[in-house]
Nanobody, 123 residues
């Protein structure tokens, strides 16, 4: 069984950087495509970034492309999201998610979810 635990959220100022981590338990890390999603108050959950099983396929939400970097570390069984040049509109609860097969941008296709970590960016 796959369990995901996020960490690294916090309160920062606009322009600052923050790194989120997602620790994966279980024996299937190298079979998993993974993604980051976020949900702001009153809004639907939104795709942020995804990474394929091998790490060679990466996709970003247009508004974070160039500012955020997703990565996987197979030895540590972790996934990270490096967030630079943060903006107030990045404020949300960030969730990591995992699924077998191909990475997608659709939250409904992901099987495993973490509990979320709050990111707040002040102006």
């Amino acid at each position: 069984q796959v369990q995901l635990v996020e960490s690294g959220g916090g309160l920062v100022q606009a322009g600052d950087s923050l790194t989120l981590s997602c620790a994966v338990s279980g024996h299937f890390f190298n079979t998993l495509a993974m993604g980051w999603f976020r949900q702001a108050p009153g809004k639907e959950r939104e795709f942020v970034a995804s990474i394929s099983r091998t790490g060679s396929g990466i996709n970003y939400l247009d508004s974070v492309n160039g500012r955020f970097t997703i990565s996987k570390n197979s030895a540590q069984k972790t996934m990270s999201l490096q967030m630079n040049s943060l903006k107030p509109e990045d404020t949300a609860v960030y969730f990591c998610a995992a699924k077998p097969g191909l990475a997608t941008t659709e939250a409904s296709t992901y099987v495993n979810w973490g509990q979320g970590t709050q990111v707040t960016v002040s102006s």
